[in-house]
């Protein structure tokens, strides 16, 4: 992931774990991205790609914080050292500074837009907030429809936490009714260090307990999955594509999920900041995880030395004994390594805060999941299990 603006955002939502980055550095200068930092990074990062399909994905902060400019600039770049491959680009947005000249750029460049929204107005705005305490929900909203207005691709990104958990039939069908067929979802799980407002270094478990009051609870967080996934499975399946659900079928079919948290092993998500750093992932910039810089390594060098593939491996090779004899293994993998911090019975700290969430909602699906496995496996849709239900129903009248 490229951060153009660093940490720097237009607004300032309470559960963001990623404002208090620029803290990492001590520099009075806005945190931009420059232009020369820009082609080396492109250069570089299209001759690392083995396949013919490169993706870019613009992060933040808030990357539109960057005029236009920046990414036409960006599309020279590409295309300058693209080589005959296919590139493609995505970035992840809060929507609230779109206009017109953006979402005709997003659709002639062909760019899907990630667009970070948690549920209908009450439940966006509880936590969402503008750097003055103002609501956002209306500024995103209208970010939206000039997304819809020039047909530009773009899919939803939530965070689910204390409060929104509680509404799932209430934020399934907010989706529904603004035409977003493509969700995907993340559970909001931070700790607070013993420096007020400031989150734990990841794997820091001196104090596991110590949760911020808005990450949701292992039970809310089973109950919404399985809520929301009562819905879907009547009338959705192949209509809406829910990421979390789509991933749990792969698992289920044992092939790759393409959702890290609930991969056997992580690592190819690290992170560019805007002065060259780069670190192992998103929700691992801290200086244990800094890899080195771009002006002094290759990109190769850091996303495939050894560290790195440590930090990938550990994630299945430090699972607890409990996970390891759990009938779901296959299906979370222990899932993301920054969310284990709990006891287990036998004193091992690194036991998945949402565990009990997890296999609440494993043991609900488990019979769709058989089902939908057997479909594919037959070359048929998945999409039949909806009519599997509809007749266990006429028969039960």
């Known amino acids: 992931m490229l951060k153009p603006a660093g940490s720097t955002c237009n607004l300032a939502c309470e559960y963001c774990y ?31 790609q083995t396949s013919q399909e490169v993706l870019f994905t613009w992060h933040g902060g808030e990357p539109t914080l960057r005029n236009l400019q920046f990414y036409k600039k960006a599309i020279e770049y590409q295309n300058k050292y693209a080589r005959g491959k296919m590139i493609d680009n995505c970035i992840q947005t809060n929507a609230s500074l779109l206009t017109d000249e953006w979402c005709a750029f ?14 209908p107005e009450h439940v966006h705005d509880y936590y969402r907030h503008g750097i003055h305490g103002e609501p956002t929900f209306q500024k995103v909203i209208s970010g939206i429809e000039l997304l819809n207005k020039h047909r530009v691709q773009w899919n939803a990104m939530a965070t689910i936490n204390n409060y929104n958990a509680n509404y799932p039939t ?75 659900f789509d991933a749990t079928l792969a698992n289920w079919m044992g092939v790759t999920p393409g959702l ?17 750093v780069i670190y192992s992932c998103d929700h691992y ?12 390594k290759s990109i190769v060098e850091m996303m495939y030395g050894q560290r790195q593939l440590d930090f990938g491996r550990a994630k299945q090779e430090t699972l607890p004994e409990q996970c390891n004899s759990c009938e779901f293994l296959f299906a979370c993998n222990g899932e993301c390594p920054k969310n284990r911090f709990i006891e287990t019975s036998n004193g091992d700290k690194r036991m998945n805060y949402l565990c009990e969430g997890y296999k ?15 479909e594919l496996m037959n070359q048929r849709a998945p999409s039949n299990v909806m009519n599997e239900l509809e007749r266990i129903k006429r028969e039960n009248i």
């Open 285 to 296: 910039v801290f200086p244990e995880y800094k890899l080195g810089n771009i002006y002094e």
């Open 260 to 276: 890290c948290s609930i991969d056997v092993r992580c690592g190819h998500a690290g992170v560019m900041e805007f002065n060259g």
């Open 18 to 48: 990623y404002l208090q980055k620029k803290e990492l550095y001590n520099e009075s200068r806005q945190q931009f991205l420059s232009d020369a930092l820009l082609e080396k990074f492109t250069e570089e990062y299209i001759a690392s």
């Open 360 to 374: 609440k909602f494993f043991h609900h699906v488990s019979p769709y999941m058989d089902f939908m496995k057997k």
């Open 170 to 244: 209430e934020f399934y069908h907010f989706f529904k009714e603004i035409k977003c067929n493509y969700i995907q979802f993340t559970p909001v799980v931070e700790r607070l260090s013993t420096d007020e407002g400031n989150m734990l270094s990841a794997n820091n478990n001196e104090k596991p307990n110590e949760l911020a009051p808005f990450s949701v609870k292992p039970q809310q967080w089973g109950d919404f999955l399985c809520a929301l996934f009562d819905l879907w499975i009547k009338e959705d399946v192949g209509q809406v594509f829910i990421q979390l």
């Open 106 to 119: 997003f659709k002639k460049n062909n760019w899907l837009v990630g667009v970070s929204i948690d549920g």
